[in-house]
């Protein structure tokens, strides 16, 4: 063998061992491993596509098809989102509107209503989703809702402070005075209760009356605590309003005071904390609150206390659970169901619009017994309002804040 040929094959094999030490260190170092395709037992798979999600049981996260803002796209269909990781996927959430609807509120028959600001139209609407206006008449540009209790009647609120009372059942309306606010309807919707705002504050009051406005009269001076005024009927007809007006005891207690319609001399309502928020069961022998202090680093908190006569103040409690009373509801005289922010930062109480948007979990709370049972998120995530239990205390249906749509629970 010449030396030209030597040259040759040493030129090689320094090439081959050089190509060798390169590949072998890309193999250790840099190759990304192949990730086995793994499907579940029993579950076979179509060419080309996803292994299905099985059926039955607990599993971990699932990620599936899913409408706009992760809801379905037909209302009245149960629709699975995905559904971040960690939270419960029991598949039972409905979207029972789609459309946003707004002034939400049960009738005693279990069925909601509510209004579309999109067409200015009130629907009723069945815990199976199916959708009926309460009337063809629109109206448009509506502020709030003041609903009854027994009937289809309703305060119609507009931002220029008009106020109308509409019939839905016979399609009637009538003319409220302007310079009336904060309506509230009696348990039997034979009267209602407002407070009647003069120019200056001799000319205040609230006031009772027939829920078209007649036979109004006087039954306490407001003089210059309007705002400290809030209209509130309770269902046992103790008392038709609270006000903040009682005595000061301290930066983080405060005395509420119950109204009545004849001038009652009611127990005040120690509260252990501001912000009240007030919910009353449906006997109005309880009182459901939320409240913020010092001592919970301002978080809103969840109180119950007898509230009717002498048992004011009688079995406070406060139930450790961190959100306001306007998203919880009553089912039945014992139970609660809430709707419980999954994340609440420190001042929550002061600044409640900050956490708007923040998605709720649901919980049922046993007050005989004490048992609180957190049933998990609503599928797609939802900022509860307007909370409500269907008579027979299978389901809660509210509003999400964020998306407007209707959506039901089952408990």
């Known amino acids: 063998m010449n030396d030209r040929l030597k040259r040759v094959l040493l030129i090689v094999g320094f090439l081959l061992v050089v190509i060798a030490i390169a590949f072998g260190i890309y193999w250790v170092f840099f190759r990304r491993p192949t990730t086995p395709v793994v499907t579940q037992p029993g579950v076979q798979t179509p060419g080309g596509s996803f292994p299905s999600a099985g059926t039955g049981g607990p599993q971990g996260a699932t990620t599936t098809p899913e409408g706009p803002g992760g809801l379905p796209t037909q209302p009245g269909q149960p629709f699975i989102p995905s559904i971040p990781e960690g939270i419960p996927t029991a598949p039972r959430?409905?979207?029972?509107r789609t459309t946003p609807t707004t002034n939400v509120s049960m009738a005693s028959n279990g069925?909601?209503?509510?209004?579309?600001?999109?067409?200015?139209?009130?629907?009723r609407v069945t815990v199976d989703g199916e959708e009926t206006p309460l009337s063809n008449q629109a109206f448009f540009g509506v502020e709030s809702?003041?609903?009854?209790?027994?009937?289809?009647?309703?305060v119609i609120n507009?931002?220029?402070?008009?106020?109308?009372?509409?019939?839905?059942?016979?399609?009637?309306?009538?003319?409220?005075?302007k310079h009336w606010e904060d309506f509230n309807f009696s348990p039997d919707d034979g009267q209602i209760v407002a407070k009647s705002v003069g120019n200056n504050s001799d000319n205040r009051f609230l006031v009772v009356a027939n829920p078209d406005g007649t036979n109004a009269r006087p039954i306490e001076t407001l003089g210059d605590n309007q705002d400290k005024v809030h209209s509130s009927w309770s269902p046992n007809n103790?008392?038709?309003?609270?006000?903040?007006?009682?005595?000061?005891?301290?930066?983080?207690?405060?005395?509420?005071?119950?109204?009545g319609q004849n001038q009652e001399n009611f127990k005040g309502l120690v509260v252990e904390g501001r912000g009240f928020v007030p919910a009353w069961s449906p006997s109005g022998q309880n009182l459901l609150y939320s409240v913020y202090s010092s001592a919970n680093n301002y978080l809103p908190s969840l109180w119950i206390s007898g509230a009717t006569g002498d048992s004011i103040n009688a079995n406070r409690t406060n139930l450790q659970i961190n959100t306001w009373a306007d998203k919880c509801t009553w089912s039945g005289e014992q139970a609660l169901v809430c709707g419980v922010p999954t994340r609440l930062g420190q001042g929550a109480g002061l600044q409640r619009d900050a956490f708007a948007n923040v998605p709720d979990e649901i919980w049922k709370i046993n007050l005989q017994t004490g048992?609180?049972?957190?049933?998990g998120q609503p599928q797609g995530g939802a900022s509860i309002t307007n909370m409500s239990v269907t008579p027979d205390g299978?389901?809660?249906i509210f509003t999400d804040s964020t998306s407007g749509r209707l959506i039901r629970f089952d408990l």
């Open 111 to 123: 069925q909601i209503r509510g209004y579309n600001p999109d067409d200015g139209r009130f629907y």
């Open 145 to 154: 809702v003041n609903w009854g209790n027994s009937t289809d009647k309703a």
């Open 371 to 375: 048992e609180k049972i957190n049933l």
């Open 394 to 396: 299978k389901s809660a």
């Open 93 to 96: 959430t409905r979207v029972l």
């Open 158 to 177: 507009y931002p220029d402070g008009s106020n109308i009372l509409y019939d839905f059942a016979t399609d009637k309306q009538v003319t409220l005075p």
């Open 238 to 259: 103790q008392s038709v309003a609270y006000s903040f007006t009682g005595e000061k005891l301290g930066i983080d207690r405060q005395q509420i005071i119950l109204l």
